[in-house]
């Protein structure tokens, strides 16, 4: 369609013509989210009594930017390519509104940035601990095996008797496992232990990975650090921040910059055990940093298909499964 377009500029006018005309009608929202390149951030960090280290180069954070497409957006998503579109569903679970969903998205932010910090702490040696009362259901997807298993606000507390106090260690242990197998699962109705079994399903947007199929969050998380940072986020949600928020803290207490003043973009969760998981937007984030100028860009292993597609001879794409090994590449891309 898009390419079509553009090889009949005509058409293309006489769309744009007619939107003209439909105008007071193109406000309406159709039922699609839309999904375009974000700006690229280099976080604002702050750290109390510790020394921090200048950055001759950069750690960009990638985004996108999400919303409920009207129908204007709709028509102009056909036409560009760095815009793609979902349906509601795939985005909006079963039972959460969009002002859920958002306030779910500044919830797994404000995680993330705690899991980031811990990973780059637990890296440089310092002590860290965590704690949560589990996982908590806010949101079921609408062909979700467990839909009628597992209820909004039901309170996960295992996966096959392994206990869980957290979404990241909920995330970490489900890696384990693959799309097909069946797992068991502990959880807490009201006042009353129950378990149910589930079979894994492959992950409605990352290839490969598996998900039970509901929306979550961590009730009273909370972690104990040996020194108070703050990563000024801003009004960015979601957790796909996370590897890039923990390069930025441990760049920022190692005296030796790991940039070595390399412009460096990424994206990519991260969980408490380092690993690093699969994200959205890949591709609206890949097209950011090529227009920050970034040498190198970090994804993680699952969406390296779709963001290879972008590469070039001044890009270099590269997938990392971990922080270390980000941290690996980096340090071997700086350095050549």
Known sequence: MKKFFQKNKVLKLILVTYLIVIFPFGFAKSDYYFMSPGPPYQWNIEVS???????EGNLFQLTVRRDE????????????????????????PDGVTP???????????????????????????????????????????DDSPVKDKLFKNDLIVSI?????????????????YKIGDTVEIGLIRGDKPTQFKTTLIEHVEYENEPMVGFLASTPNQKFIFPIDIDIKTGNVGG??????MALNVYNLLTESDIT?????????????????????????????????DASLILVPTANFS??????????????????QEALDVISEFSSR
């Open 239 to 244: 957790p796909s921040a996370g590897m890039m």
């Open 69 to 92: 497409a009207n129908y204007f957006v709709y028509a102009w998503a056909n036409l560009n390519n760095e815009i793609d579109l979902y349906p509601r569903e795939v985005i909006l």
């Open 49 to 55: 009594d510790t020394e921090t280290f200048d950055s």
């Open 99 to 141: 002002q859920e969903l958002s306030e779910i998205s500044m919830q797994n932010m404000m995680t993330s940035e705690n899991v980031a910090i811990a990973v780059a702490l637990d890296s440089l040696g310092y002590d860290v601990t965590s704690e949560g009362d589990g996982v908590l259901v806010v949101g079921l997807l």
């Open 260 to 292: 070595r003043g390399e412009k460096i973009a990424g994206t990519g969760t991260i969980e408490i055990d380092g690993s690093v998981g699969p994200v959205g937007g890949v591709k609206q984030k890949v097209i950011a940093a090529k227009r920050a």
């Open 160 to 176: 096959n008797n392994e206990n869980i106090k957290s979404t990241s260690e909920f995330i970490s242990l489900l890696r384990t």
């Open 306 to 323: 779709e963001a290879d597609a972008y590469s070039d001879e001044n890009t270099l794409i590269v997938a990392v499964d971990s922080f």
